[in-house]
């Protein structure tokens, strides 16, 4: 599948096994410490992520069977707790494409999708169904359909809301600054009209601005 410009892809259909984290009130801290939030990138937090969880002995991230897996099946009230961005981009860079819950912290899950993990809201009872099929049998894979709003796996199929402009952005791999760049001919069109004494995102203000004549500029 091709990425646009802005380097995303189109999420339209997503396949893939799970992990069943059966612990609930997860706050952002817990799934990125704070420690790890001084780094100044935005990738490479794959060692980062639930750090602290991992050094207990068996946890469901490190076992052999879940390698690979991409849809994390959580606990309600999933990424409470602080802003910090660094635990969605934790949770992409190890591998999750989605991730499952009855409920989610607000800014997590308008964080997560606006960085392409999908934060999907499915009934209790569906989450306990997928867990409980995941826990049976690690092979188990989920189909997350974006554009027909519905998960399907461990023998059950539910819907799911999604509004109409994150569904849009996610079907087509754009993002805030991608919309914004599609209109990059009209935005410049209209700020090289400005009389050159006015307030300007132009990325030629400046010197150039200043280096202009008031008939150049008008």
């Known amino acids: 599948m091709t990425s646009t410009p802005n380097g995303l892809r189109p999420l339209v259909r997503h396949t893939g096994r799970t992990v069943p984290l ?23 937090f794959e060692d980062a992520v639930f750090s ?6 068996d946890f469901v991230l490190e076992r052999p069977e879940r ?37 989610f912290g607000d800014i997590f899950r308008r964080n997560a999708l606006k960085n392409q993990l999908l934060a999907v809201v499915l009934p209790e009872p569906a989450i306990e169904t997928l867990t409980t099929a995941s826990e049976r049998d690690p092979s188990m894979e989920v189909t997350i359909d974006v554009a027909a ?17 994150t569904r849009w952005l996610l079907l087509n ?9 599609r209109e990059a001919d009209a935005i410049t069109a209209y700020e090289t009209s400005r009389p050159y004494w006015l307030p300007s995102i132009r990325p030629d203000d400046g010197a150039a601005a200043r280096d202009r004549t008031p008939q150049e500029a008008t």
Not at 96 to 103: E, G, M
Not at 149 to 162: I, Q
Request: proline share 3%.
């Open 67 to 103: 390698a690979g897996a991409s849809v994390l099946l959580a606990g309600p009230d999933f990424g409470t707790g602080s802003s910090r961005e660094h635990a969605v981009w934790g949770l992409r860079d190890w591998g999750f494409v989605a991730v499952l819950s009855s409920r």
């Open 22 to 44: 059966r612990r609930g009130n997860v706050d952002t801290d817990q799934i990125m410490p704070a420690e790890f939030c001084k780094r100044v990138t935005k990738s490479g």
């Open 52 to 57: 602290r969880w991992r050094a207990e002995p």
């Open 173 to 181: 791999g754009y993002d805030d600054i991608a919309v914004t760049l």
């Open 149 to 165: 709003g519905t998960v399907e796996g461990g023998g059950g199929s539910w819907e799911f809301d999604l509004d109409g402009r």
